[in-house]
């Protein structure tokens, strides 16, 4: 059984950072009337400036040129006055600033707020008013940070005999690779999960949380599938780049879903080391989803008539697209798409677990600006409806 004092451990050696790499405030953020500041994880702004009396411009930077234009920000803005105060935020990015909506919450609280906001080529501003002396937090989705996914995970193990939190490796910047495994005895038969390849798409980590949470909920269809199947859930890839609230890359400044045909990075490496050796010791993959989002909910699959590279041919070919007309079925309101696509020098999970692994892999997308209850009703409905194909 993982005891409480294990956890404590982990949780403790996965939180620690490294000294030089403290989260930092911005440059030039701190105001007579009104600070902007990202000393917290996922934290992110690039520097600000003051327009007139109570507008501020903000600047968002990426952590390298020319990446895919996903400008995510992070910042607690606090009221210095004693009194209340409304302060007009302008953003600034130099491309994609309408990918992320601001959203409020106060510190502490769970509860995220859209802001109403204007945009235009390049900028988007909105206001914020606050009683004297206070602070909260905006960002472009809700912050689901390290801290949050460790105890995630640790919340899941109902079987203690069947389930524990482990690590695969670590980052770049030696943050540990949380997973959660959970095995039988009486299948070789591997569900594979993962997800927070790209920090900012939260939308596709929403989704694998509400994944997740009923799959190993109390449910009886689910638990009896957990006595049926080996599953592991590697909910945050990423945790670098999470923590830095990189737009893209990890640490190492590399697209992690590009990398998998290669393996330069110690997180690629980490997972297809341990799925190598779990085929080797006679573990099978059947499936596997890789969660992200986009600008609209679609699952890229893999052709039914793809021959893998490894000249093994891909196994129940068919199942996905059964799978995925049943969710379509299942949450007729919310619109679904799907596109099966091949690239072999791709670099992307699912093509790596295909070619590798003769097994179908899916990257499951979700619209940035899906509703938070669709989001949860589409996994819950990919998840019923899998555990019936699986089996
Ligand atoms: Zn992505």
Redesign the pocket.
């Known amino acids: 059984m993982l005891s409480l004092a294990s956890v404590a451990l982990f949780s403790q050696l996965t939180l620690q950072q490294p000294q030089e790499d403290k989260p930092r405030n911005p440059d030039g953020c701190s105001f007579s009337q009104v600070e902007f500041t990202t000393d917290f994880a996922a934290g992110r702004l690039h520097h600000c400036e003051q327009d007139k009396d109570g507008e501020f411009k903000l600047y968002l930077k990426p952590e390298k040129e020319d990446i895919n234009p996903s400008p995510w920000y992070a910042f607690a803005v606090e009221n210095m006055a004693d009194e209340s105060k409304t302060f007009t935020i302008t953003l600034f990015a130099n491309k994609g600033i309408s990918r992320y909506k601001p959203k409020r919450s106060s510190i502490g609280e769970d509860m995220w707020h859209p802001i109403p906001f204007s945009e235009g080529d390049g900028w988007l501003k909105f206001e914020v008013t606050l009683p004297a002396k206070e602070k909260e937090i905006i960002a472009g989705q809700e912050i689901i940070d390290n801290v949050h996914y460790i105890e995630w995970l640790s919340s899941l193990i109902k079987e203690p005999e069947r389930s524990k939190v482990i690590s695969l490796g670590v980052s770049s910047e030696g943050r540990n690779l949380a997973a959660l495994e959970h095995t039988v005895t009486s299948s070789n038969k591997w569900l594979i999960l993962i997800g927070r390849?790209?920090p900012p798409?939260v939308t596709?980590a929403i989704a694998l949380l509400h994944f997740g949470e009923l799959l190993f909920s109390d449910e009886k269809y689910v638990s009896d599938f957990r006595k049926q199947y080996n599953i592991l859930l590697v909910p945050n890839m990423n945790p670098d780049g999470v923590y830095h609230g990189n737009w893209r890359l990890t640490a190492a400044g590399v697209d992690m879903?590009r990398d998998w045909k290669n393996q330069t990075l110690p997180e690629t490496q980490a997972l297809a080391k341990y799925l190598t050796k779990l085929t080797n010791d006679g573990g099978r993959i059947e499936f596997a989803i890789d969660f992200?989002?986009?600008h609209r909910n679609v699952f890229y699959t893999i052709p039914k008539d793809y021959e893998p590279s490894s000249g093994v041919p891909l196994r129940n070919p068919q199942r996905v697209y059964n799978w995925i007309e049943e969710i379509a079925e299942m949450v007729d309101s919310v619109e679904l798409e799907y596109q099966p696509g091949a690239h072999p020098d791709s670099g992307v999970f699912k093509q790596f677990i295909t070619d590798k692994f003769a097994a179908h892999a899916v990257t499951y997308?979700v619209s940035d600006s899906e509703d938070r209850d669709n989001i949860k009703r589409v996994a819950e409905a990919a998840l019923i409806s899998l555990i019936n194909r699986l089996n």
Request: proline content about 0%.
């Open positions: 390849q790209h798409e596709g879903n992200h989002s986009t997308e």
